[in-house]
């Protein structure tokens, strides 16, 4: 069974920095990116970044650009996303992606989630 564990996750006053780890396991089949998508009250889900293994690529919302940072280690079975900078209207449930059928920033082009780690600001 394929397990996208995340972790990092916590609360943080406005401006504040944290990072998010995401370590995927038992996935045999085809893997060609990975992405952190978030989920906010009333808030649509959000594909705020994504990487391409082979390339290490990134692609970021609007929203975020600039402020967050998403990468991969060697194995590219760890991914990361520092974010800095953090505002009230970043906090959200953050789940790691994988499995990638479509469009970078289309939400349900991915598969296989992860549990989500929640990401709180004060402010």
């Known amino acids: 069974q394929v397990q996208l564990v995340e972790s990092g996750g916590g609360s943080v006053q406005a401006g504040g920095s944290l990072k998010l780890s995401c370590v995927v396991s038992?996935?045999?089949?085809?893997?060609?990116?990975m992405a952190w998508i978030r989920q906010a009250p009333t808030k649509e889900l959000e594909v705020v970044a994504a990487l391409y293994h082979r390339t290490g690529n990134t692609f970021y919302a609007d929203s975020v650009k600039g402020r967050f940072a998403i990468s991969q280690d060697s194995t590219k079975n760890t991914v990361s996303q520092q974010m800095n900078s953090l505002e009230p209207e970043d906090p959200a449930v953050y789940y790691c992606e994988a499995a990638l059928r479509g469009t970078w920033n289309r939400p349900g082009d991915w598969g296989d989630w992860g549990q989500g780690t929640q990401v709180t600001v004060s402010s």
């Open positions: 038992g996935y045999t089949g085809y893997r060609n990116a």
